[in-house]
């Protein structure tokens, strides 16, 4: 059952004994109940009732108006929720037939009977409120279809830009282990070189002992000596490299006097080569500074160590370092060959050599630089190369003067504003 209260009934009718009776009957069973005269006002009504609740519209089929199927019409133009009921002459089963073929959801016939105007206004309200709930459904539904999509949608652009950057991810681990795969060919091969050379020299020593003069003992045995150098030296570079790419390298600070380290560097060139001076210029400020000893020992070596190498005999390299606020910039300057401008980053990597004349001539493994480049950024610096092809190379880099003070901004951009003079 219904509340009443909540069921707008609407009665087109004119006024009559028994018109009135319906409405008590209506108003005494506490529906809202509207009288209107003609099809206008029943038209008026339709137009601004309140939708939320369902109405019923009882049609006299002759108002004073006899307009009682244009209220029909109406009705049926009107938005959902609302049933009409013809009221028709006692047995006028023509307009009841007609009735409901214009679109009434019930009749009622005059004289009234209220119990079955009670049962009849119960049904066409069940009616409407199924009509207005299907609706409602049909209505959610479509938000819900909406939301759907809108939620596939973000969830796709979501699943393809995952994609993308899983692609990326994939493309940089093939890169990395090409990489990986090309650094453990190249450790291999600079490892097997020395020991193939050692295993040969040693092995004609014992097998052709006796047959071997002096002279050519000494040379074998020096060969051996050298060999077994070089790959002490390759096995620690390769160590000190790992160390540094895994992070697990220690960092011991303390004060450090820069032209000492230049100078300890330097003797132990003469060593190597003595054909070359070592000329240190730096300026107050930039003497010394807080950090690891060995670490910028290894830095100097390795530079000074290359500049050497490449230097012709007879020339100079410059060690030339300037204050800047926090920061040390610092260059190892020759008059090499250079280092060709598409191979300034290359030769960061390991095992990159220029495979050019003096290339060929110059002994190196071609990690010296690898390392030096993960000391200085291990050590919050930066480097890079300058220099023109034939006139010498500019080895720049930067270093804090207290480990771990001076930003890495800084740092790079004074690097990249120093200009080494003299040349
Ligand atoms: N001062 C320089 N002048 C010209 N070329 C240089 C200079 N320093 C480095 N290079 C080029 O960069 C390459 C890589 O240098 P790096 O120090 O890494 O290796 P290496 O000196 O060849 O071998 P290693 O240092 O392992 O003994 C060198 O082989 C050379 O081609
Ligand atoms: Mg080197």
Redesign the pocket.
């Known amino acids: 059952m219904n509340d009443p209260s909540q069921i707008q009934v609407l009665v087109v009718e004119g006024d009559s004994p028994q018109n009135r009776e319906l409405d008590d009957y209506l108003r005494g069973r506490g529906y809202k109940v509207r009288r209107v005269p003609s099809a206008e006002e029943a038209a008026s009504f339709l137009k601004d009732r309140d939708t939320s609740l369902p109405c019923v519209v009882l049609i006299d089929i002759r108002p004073s108006d006899g307009k009682g199927f244009d209220v029909l019409r109406a009705v049926q133009k009107s938005p959902p929720g609302v049933g009409a009921v013809m009221v028709i002459g006692n047995a006028d089963l023509k307009a009841a037939v007609e009735s409901l073929n214009e679109g009434a959801s019930a009749t009622l016939q005059k004289p009234f009977d209220m119990n079955e105007v009670g049962i009849v206004l119960e049904k066409v309200v069940e009616k409407q409120k199924l009509v207005i709930e299907n609706i409602n459904l049909v209505r959610r539904l479509k938000e819900m279809n909406l939301d759907l999509e809108r939620a596939v949608q973000e969830k796709t652009s979501e699943l393809k830009t995952k994609n993308l950057v899983l692609l990326e991810i994939v493309e940089k681990l093939k890169v990395l282990n090409e990489m990986k795969s090309r650094f453990v060919a190249n450790a291999s091969h600079e490892l097997q070189t020395p020991i193939t050379s050692i295993l040969g020299f040693a092995s004609m020593l014992l097998d052709y002992w006796e047959k071997i003069d002096r002279d050519q003992v000494i040379k074998f045995l020096q060969v051996i000596r050298d060999e077994s150098q070089r790959l002490t030296?390759t096995s620690r570079?390769l160590l000190d490299l790992s160390h540094i790419q895994e992070g697990s390298m220690q960092v011991e600070i303390k004060e450090l006097d820069l032209p000492d380290i230049v100078a300890k560097v330097a003797e132990s060139m003469k060593m190597v080569k003595d054909t070359v001076r070592i000329v240190s210029d730096f300026d107050e400020g930039s003497r010394v500074i807080r950090s690891d000893e060995d670490k910028v020992r290894r830095i100097f070596t390795?530079l000074v160590?290359?500049?050497v190498?490449?230097s012709p005999d007879g020339s100079a390299v410059r060690v030339r370092a300037r204050s800047r606020g926090r920061i040390v910039v610092v260059s190892v300057i020759?008059d090499?060959?250079?280092?060709p401008e598409d191979k300034r980053d290359k030769?960061f990597e390991p095992f990159?050599?220029?495979r050019d004349e003096t290339?060929k001539a110059?002994r190196?493994?071609?990690?010296?630089?690898?390392i030096v480049k993960a000391t200085v950024e291990a050590l919050g610096g930066v480097i890079r190369v300058e220099g023109t092809r034939g006139k010498g190379?500019d080895?720049t880099f930067v270093l804090p003067k207290e480990v771990g003070e001076a930003n890495g901004k800084e740092q790079r951009s004074a690097a990249g504003a120093e200009r080494s003079p003299g040349r």
């Open positions: 030296k570079d390795n160590g290359n500049a190498k490449f020759d090499g060959p250079g280092v030769i990159y050599r220029v290339g110059v190196g493994t071609g990690l010296g630089l690898a190379s080895f």
